[in-house]
Every structure is written in C-alpha cells, then in structure tokens.
C-alpha cells in the first residue's frame, strides 16, 4: 500500500526536530458543488532541523514517532 503524500506550508518550526505544516485542499461541497477550502495541520519529524517557517515542504506518512508526529518530511522546495 502506497503511502499518503501532502504538500504544504510550515507554519511553527519551534520543537526540536519537528515542524508544524499546514495543508490546503479545495473539496467539493456534496449538496452545493461549490469548492471549499479545506485546511489541516500536520505535526512532522525534521531530523536535521533545515526546515524553516514559510517554507513549502511535502511529508510523507511514517509510522508513529510520537504522540501526535506520524509524518516525516521527505523534501522542501525554498
């Protein structure tokens, strides 16, 4: 089974080793079919402490590391 990808925004990069990225998705609403912005925030494993806020990165889903981190950031585009 593949694994989940996102793309996103880091948001707080204020834990050691983690970073906070905040996901948009357009959905479409099941009654209206108007699109609506959707927005998640995920908890991600940086090992080497690189990512920045403001940064766009996409995560990867892992097994859990913690409590709340089972993403790893797998590459940052500046």
Known sequence: MPK???QGLVVSDKA???VV????QMVQHPKYKKFIKRTRKFV???EKNEIKTGQ?????ECRPISKRKSWLVVSSKA
């Open 16 to 18: 050691d080793k983690t």
């Open 44 to 46: 991600a494993h940086d």
């Open 21 to 24: 990225v905040q996901v948009d």
């Open 56 to 60: 766009t990165v996409v995560i990867q």
């Open 4 to 6: 989940r990808e996102f």
